[in-house]
């Protein structure tokens, strides 16, 4: 891991880490919810991995129709 991962993974944790436990492993970074273990978000960098994060978030804090 570069430093510039350990940066982008501390930085994600930091923010995210009530809703998510986010991992970097063999080039892959995921993350998965606290509430929802068997959903894993995976993505090939912490950028596209917070925007599948974040669009996960708000599309669950979406009211049900």
């Known amino acids: 891991m570069t430093s510039e991962e350990a940066t982008d993974l501390l930085n994600l944790q930091?923010?995210?880490?009530?809703?998510?436990?986010?991992?970097?492993?063999?080039g892959v970074w995921s993350a998965r919810r606290h509430d929802h273990p068997a959903a894993i978000l995976t993505a090939d960098t912490a950028l596209e991995l917070r925007v599948l994060m974040r669009d996960d978030?708000?599309?669950?804090?979406?009211?049900?129709?």
């Open 57 to 65: 978030h708000h599309e669950r804090l979406r009211p049900k129709s």
């Open 14 to 26: 930091c923010l995210w880490r009530d809703a998510f436990t986010i991992a970097f492993n063999d």
